[in-house]
Structure formats: C-alpha cells, structure tokens
C-alpha cells in the first residue's frame, strides 16, 4: 500500500515539476537569480532530477548515475524541452526503483547513507517527497516573479 502510493505522489508531483517547467513563457526567466533568490527555476528543476536519480535511480533502481550536485546550481540555459525531457526520464528511473521495492525492504535501511548514519527506508523515501515538493513550490514562486 505505501510503495503504490510512494509511486501515486512521485509521478503526481514529477509530473506537475514538468508542468511547472513549461508553464514558463520565457527560456531566459527560468534561469534568472536576484539577490534574495538565489536559486533559479531552470537549476531547482536540475537539482531535483539529480537527486532522485542519486538516491532513488542508484539506491532502488540500480542505475550507475554520478551525481554532480555543484552542477545542478551553475548549469544555466538548458531549454525547456531538455528539462522536459529529463524530467520525463527521472519519472521512469523512480517508478522503476519503486517497482523493485518490496514490502520487506521498507522495514530495512536505504541502501545509501544520505547523511551521516543510515536512516530508514520509509523515513528516506518521505524525505524524497518532501523535498521535491518544497522546491516545486520554489520554482511556482520562482515562475510567477520573474516570468511576467
């Protein structure tokens, strides 16, 4: 029952990241900072990509995906329709780790130390949701400011 709805939220919540990416009328506003915001649309988007594909793609999915974090905040004017598609290939890579997940495991550790112990599974996979949600929410903000 949690991993079907573990899999419900992410795809839910992949999928409006990828709406939200979209809805900018502007290419050149994704990427744009000020000096109280100083994260842009375009490199939450990345940073969210790279940490599912850290964690869920190499933790659950078994992928061999390197993680660059320093990239995902300096990497600037990647198109729409890249974001697009990168998002679209993060939502095959967490619904297929999802899929491997057995209900056995959700009562064992994350495979990966995130921070500095291991923690456990159903914790981990909260903290997942949790914070792709929290830059969502950045990124609408972000969109409404700047792209007007």
């Known amino acids: 029952m949690l991993i079907e709805s573990l899999k419900i939220l992410f795809r839910r919540d992949l999928q409006k990241l990828k709406t939200e990416i979209g809805l900018y009328r502007s290419e050149e506003a994704m990427w744009l900072v000020d000096k109280r915001i100083a994260n842009s649309g375009g490199n939450l988007c990345l940073h969210i990509i790279g940490n599912l594909n850290a964690y869920i793609g190499v933790g659950l999915a078994g992928t061999n995906y390197t993680r660059n974090r320093d990239f995902e905040?300096?990497?600037k004017g990647i198109p729409k329709a890249e974001l697009s598609g990168k998002i679209e290939e993060t939502k095959h890579?967490?619904?297929?780790?999802?899929n491997k997940l057995t209900a056995e495991q959700l009562n064992s550790d994350f495979?990966?130390?995130?921070?500095?112990?291991?923690?456990?599974?159903?914790?981990?996979?909260?903290?997942?949701i949790?914070?792709?949600?929290?830059?969502?929410?950045?990124?609408?903000?972000?969109?409404r400011l700047f792209d007007d």
């Open 73 to 75: 905040f300096s990497l």
């Open 93 to 98: 890579i967490v619904e297929d780790g999802l």
């Open 111 to 128: 495979p990966i130390v995130i921070w500095e112990k291991p923690t456990g599974m159903v914790y981990t996979l909260v903290h997942l």
């Open 130 to 143: 949790a914070h792709l949600n929290y830059h969502l929410g950045q990124i609408n903000y972000h969109r």
